[in-house]
T-cell receptor, first 111, second 113 residues
Framework: RKEVEQDPGPFNVPEGATVAFNCTYSNSASQSFFWYRQDCRKEPKLLMSVYSSGNEDGRFTAQLNRASQYISLLIRDSKLSDSATYLCVVNTRDNFNKFYFGSGTKLNVKP | GAGVSQSPSNKVTEKGKDVELRCDPISGHTALYWYRQSLGQGLEFLIYFQGNSAPDKSGLPSDRFSAERTGGSVSTLTIQRTQQEDSAVYLC???????????FGPGTRLTVL
């Protein structure tokens, strides 16, 4: 079983829509959680960390559900520039320095 | 400041040849990672270096793969006797000890014919 699983999509949404992605993780000892963004043929870049209480950064909201072992990313008022692949990343208490990446969810925002 | 750099950006090689991929991390970053990303796939962890500690090699797929990091800075990933299934983008990332954010280089796209 993969450490981190994501729906590959693509999610095709119109500009201005609200869209949400989930990511599930298999290791209950997972400690830190992140969303990275990867544009086509580019390197991943950190979008936001995910905190236990949930956190918001502008149009982006991240949530953690430890009981069900998933994290979510909500994007409000989608922009064309939000089109990218969103990677879910976790690490664990037993090896804090090793990060597990999901295969990503592709988002296409259409005019 | 300068980000993570990798060279070459593209490498085409014939099956059975050896290749060397280079990574220059951000100055002062003590942690360095190598990942592999195949088409449409997530990042596969290969190896991790932290300062002078022994590297975590648990992700290397076979003994044809090796990596070293000289002087705590530049790293080289070597693939011996390349196979077609080694074709992928090889990404390097670095970070400081104080933060979990990884900064990625642009990657090396390896094609084995």
């Amino acid at each position: 079983r993969k450490e981190v699983e994501q729906d590959p999509g693509p999610f095709n949404v119109p500009e201005g829509a609200t869209v949400a992605f989930n990511c599930t993780y298999s290791n209950s000892a997972s400690q830190s959680f992140f969303w990275y963004r990867q544009d086509c043929r580019k390197e991943p870049k950190l979008l936001m960390s995910v905190y236990s209480s949930g956190n918001e950064d502008g149009r982006f909201t991240a949530q953690l559900n430890r009981a069900s072992q998933y994290i979510s990313l909500l994007i409000r008022d989608s922009k064309l520039s939000d089109s990218a692949t969103y990677l879910c990343v976790v690490n664990t208490r037993d090896n804090f320095n090793k990060f597990y990446f999901g295969s990503g969810t592709k988002l296409n925002v259409k005019p | 400041g300068a980000g993570v750099s990798q060279s070459p950006s593209n490498k085409v090689t014939e099956k059975g040849k050896d290749v060397e991929l280079r990574c220059d991390p951000i100055s002062g970053h003590t942690a360095l990672y190598w990942y592999r990303q195949s088409l449409g796939q997530g990042l596969e962890f290969l190896i991790y270096f932290q300062g002078n500690s022994a590297p975590d090699k648990s992700g290397l797929p076979s003994d044809r793969f090796s990596a070293e990091r000289t002087g705590g800075s530049v790293s080289t990933l070597t693939i011996q006797r390349t196979q077609q299934e080694d074709s992928a983008v090889y990404l390097c990332a670095s970070r400081t000890n104080r933060r979990t954010e990884q900064f990625f280089g642009p990657g090396t796209r390896l094609t084995v014919l």
